[in-house]
């Protein structure tokens, strides 16, 4: 007896649907978090963008800009770098805190960082209690508060009188 075996029957192809929910899966996935950091980013962009509009970094920001001892530590013009400014500036009904770090660089390739506290009566000025300038890497300490003002004459000592012969 002679029986011939039965016929081989392949299995269909595997259907290709498989693949695109795995890349619809992925892509979900990476979109959400490509949606995380631009949110993050734009927060940043925002805090970044509030503090700019304080009178407190726009002093700031001027007077380190026309430092004569800045300029010609780091070169002239004196820009702000991209991350610039970071820190905190705050108003509540007038008066106002900051505190403010800004990091500048001029034509010399070096870079300086500012440092600014500040307060502001309701009703009044920005009052800064610190307004300083450190040129990196290891460079000048820079105080903008006192810089360009003339001395106190009151600091300096007293001179004793010509004698006459």
């Known amino acids: 007896m002679t029986s011939t075996p039965p016929g081989y029957q ?3 192809a595997p259907k290709s649907s498989g693949k695109k929910w795995v890349l619809f899966g992925c ?3 990476l979109g959400l978090i490509a949606l995380g950091i631009a949110g993050v980013v734009g927060f940043v962009f925002v805090v970044l963008g509030a503090i700019k509009q304080t009178d407190a970094y726009k002093i700031a920001l001027s007077k380190a800009q026309n ?3 800045l300029q ?3 070169g002239t013009p004196i820009k702000e ?3 610039s400014p ?3 500036a705050s108003t509540n009904n007038g008066a106002g805190e900051a505190n403010i770090i800004l990091t500048l660089e001029g034509t010399s390739g070096r870079a300086a960082v500012v440092t600014a506290t500040a307060s502001k009566p309701a009703g009044g000025e920005w009052q800064f209690s610190v307004l300083n300038a450190k040129v990196a890497p290891s ?3 820079i105080d903008l508060l006192t810089e360009g003002q003339p001395a106190d004459p009151a600091a300096a000592p007293a001179t004793a009188p010509a004698t006459q012969n």
């Open 10 to 12: 392949q299995n269909p």
């Open 27 to 29: 892509g979900g996935c």
């Open 67 to 69: 430092s004569p001892a």
């Open 72 to 74: 010609a530590a780091i």
């Open 81 to 83: 770098n991209f991350f």
């Open 86 to 88: 970071m820190g905190s």
């Open 139 to 141: 460079g000048p300490d």
